[in-house]
């Protein structure tokens, strides 16, 4: 028995019909995709946020952001570029996320959405993904800029001593390993140099970002934003992480000279 062959005009109708598919589920694919990724994301933080509680638990206070030591390494080395990056202790040294040399531990710290288009950047793990909030987990007197000093210097806070911890940023997605309201404002109270890469922080898909002077690679980041709808995940001091709009971080100056929003980074 002879089997009918597909004419040309049938055959086109199929290709036509799979093309229209395909064209129809790229799209849906590639949102669930970087709908996982954001997920993924929020589960690092979650765990960074326990590490973070443990030391907060046993300590009676967070760790430090950053302790300059530069004779005495961190376990697994100096993380960062040698470039740009100040060698020493991280909070996520102190909190025991890097326990060694192993991968384990930076890669809890690689948010898997980041878009750091500079290779070198990319490959910093400092850079474009997570950031301690810089109000709570204060760096030391001698290991800070004087341009922080007054506000973010001296001894970490401790979870207890916050008034409502629930929410109080702690850790999100950022542009640095740490980032402090002035990251999230278009007038912070001094000028930031961004010949520092840590001044060049900021809240990935804030809409001030497109003002911002920041390094070549940093703009698809921080300004085209990191998860869909330009949200970001946020960890609280209380132990819990959501998504937020990108925008509800942003810190605004009113005509009396006050800021709006910084009850959300100090804790007060």
């Given at each position: 028995?002879?089997?009918?062959?597909?004419?040309?005009?049938?055959?086109?109708?199929?290709?036509?019909?799979?093309?229209?598919?395909?064209?129809?589920?790229?799209?849906?694919?590639?949102?669930?995709?970087?709908?996982?990724?954001?997920?993924?994301?929020?589960?690092?933080?979650?765990?960074?946020?326990?590490?973070?509680?443990?030391?907060?638990?046993?300590?009676?206070?967070?760790?430090?952001?950053?302790?300059?030591?530069?004779?005495?390494?961190?376990?697994?080395?100096?993380?960062?570029?040698?470039?740009?990056?100040?060698?020493?202790?991280?909070?996520?040294?102190?909190?025991?996320?890097?326990?060694?040399?192993?991968?384990?531990?930076?890669?809890?710290?690689?948010?898997?959405?980041?878009?750091?288009?500079?290779?070198?950047?990319?490959?910093?793990?400092?850079?474009?993904?997570?950031?301690?909030?810089?109000?709570?987990?204060?760096?030391?007197?001698?290991?800070?800029?004087?341009?922080?000093?007054?506000?973010f210097a001296g001894a970490p806070l401790s979870i207890t001593s916050l008034k409502q911890p629930g929410s109080t940023l702690l850790i999100s997605d950022s542009g640095?390993?740490?980032?402090?309201?002035?990251?999230?404002?278009?007038?912070?109270?001094?000028?930031?140099?961004?010949?520092?890469?840590?001044?060049?922080?900021?809240?990935?898909?804030?809409?001030?970002?497109?003002?911002?002077?920041?390094?070549?690679?940093?703009?698809?980041?921080?300004?085209?934003?990191?998860?869909?709808?330009?949200?970001?995940?946020?960890?609280?001091?209380?132990?819990?992480?959501?998504?937020?709009?990108?925008?509800?971080?942003?810190?605004?100056?009113?005509e009396d000279g006050r800021y709006t929003n910084t009850r959300l980074w100090l804790g007060q």
């Amino acid at each position: 028995m002879r089997h009918r062959a597909f004419t040309l005009v049938e055959l086109l109708v199929v290709i036509s019909i799979i093309a229209l598919l395909a064209a129809i589920s790229f799209p849906l694919f590639s949102r669930i995709r970087e709908r996982a990724k954001s997920i993924a994301c929020r589960a690092n933080i979650h765990e960074l946020l326990v590490s973070l509680t443990v030391y907060d638990n046993q300590h009676q206070s967070l760790p430090n952001g950053f302790e300059l030591k530069e004779k005495v390494k961190p376990p697994g080395g100096y993380l960062g570029s040698s470039s740009w990056d100040t060698p020493g202790w991280w909070w996520f040294h102190f909190a025991g996320v890097i326990r060694d040399k192993s991968r384990a531990g930076t890669k809890l710290l690689q948010c898997p959405s980041k878009r750091l288009d500079d290779p070198a950047l990319n490959a910093d793990p400092l850079c474009g993904n997570y950031g301690a909030n810089r109000a709570l987990c204060k760096v030391p007197l001698t290991s800070s800029r004087g341009l922080y000093r007054d506000d973010f210097a001296g001894a970490p806070l401790s979870i207890t001593s916050l008034k409502q911890p629930g929410s109080t940023l702690l850790i999100s997605d950022s542009g640095y390993s740490l980032i402090c309201w002035w990251n999230a404002t278009a007038d912070p109270p001094y000028s930031l140099d961004p010949g520092y890469i840590e001044d060049t922080s900021y809240v990935p898909g804030l809409e001030i970002n497109k003002d911002k002077i920041l390094k070549t690679g940093q703009a698809a980041d921080a300004i085209g934003g990191r998860h869909p709808n330009k949200t970001i995940n946020v960890g609280f001091a209380d132990g819990h992480a959501d998504p937020k709009p990108a925008n509800d971080l942003l810190v605004e100056k009113t005509e009396d000279g006050r800021y709006t929003n910084t009850r959300l980074w100090l804790g007060q």
